[in-house]
């Protein structure tokens, strides 16, 4: 549903002469973007960081050890379906609950993926496995609007912006869930930090929901989320993300096909 530029995957700069070469060339294109990425990512530490103090709080006093938060925090590296999975496994819900929830917490993830795969095209399979670990909303937000705003730029570029900006955050992230494993209840669970990290990710999305079918569907997945809220289990989240989606999806084919008809009715009246 995103407005992509024409032919993402290769500048008119860079024409195709091996589909499978590195971005990590000679020439510092890789590194130019990568310091780019990266002061435009150091900001983020400050959302990040006492968000992930939190987590470590919130997983302590729920019973986790060190080693199981670090794991978990490591590999997942995504807040929001770390708390709703702690949360209910500590209000007793079935671990397979646990899971789908935050399975469809991360559904974004997959959808962040989507619309970054272009910008990925002819990169071998192990650079695509590393930029999967290092999609977050902040990485995502920044890079997407990057490559929106400068389509010229070439694919080494591109992607040294990318791993750049997830440089100081995934750090941060990990960093400050320790620090808050470690500290356990002498961080208070009320201090109020947990606003940041969704108020940041409206501020980089907002710019970016563009044309009527991005606008549906963000409408009708806030009023879902709002309207089942109180749903158990965080089901009204799952339920919200698939109204949004399939909403999304049926305005633009629906204006797809108003467009082929419109096509139609002029070339018949020629």
Do not use: H
């Not at 970054?116 to 977050?136: D, E, K, N, Q």
């Amino acid at each position: 549903m995103k407005d992509l530029p024409p032919d993402p995957s290769m500048s008119a700069a860079e024409p195709v002469r091996n589909p499978s070469a590195s971005p990590f060339r000679g020439d510092g294109e890789f590194l130019r973007g990568f310091r780019s990425g990266a002061l435009a990512g150091i900001p983020f530490m400050v959302v990040v960081w006492p968000f992930g103090l939190l987590f470590g709080v919130v997983a302590t006093a729920a019973g986790m050890d060190l080693t199981g938060i670090m794991v978990l925090t490591s590999f997942v590296i995504a807040g929001a379906s770390q708390f709703v999975l702690i949360e209910l496994i500590s209000d007793g819900a079935p671990v397979i609950v646990a899971i789908l929830a935050a399975l469809a917490v991360n559904l974004r993830l997959a959808m962040y993926s989507a619309s970054l795969a272009p910008y990925f095209t002819g990169t071998s399979s192990w650079v695509r496995a590393i930029a999967g670990y290092f999609v977050v909303d902040q990485v995502y937000g920044l890079a997407l609007r990057r490559y929106q705003d400068r389509p010229e730029e070439s694919r080494a570029r591109r992607i040294g912006y990318y791993f750049g900006s997830g440089a100081p955050i995934l750090p941060s992230w990990i960093a400050g869930t320790a620090v808050g494993a470690l500290a356990g209840s002498a961080i208070p669970a009320s201090l109020p930090i947990d606003f940041a990290p969704p108020l940041t990710f409206f501020a980089l999305a907002a710019p970016m929901i563009r044309g009527v079918p991005n606008l549906c569907a963000a409408a009708v997945a806030v009023t879902a989320a709002l309207l089942l809220a109180e749903l158990p289990w965080s089901l009204g989240l799952l339920a919200a993300s698939g109204l949004g989606m399939g909403t999304g999806a049926a305005v633009e084919i629906a204006l797809a096909r108003r467009a082929a008809a419109r096509a139609d009715a002029g070339g018949a009246a020629r």
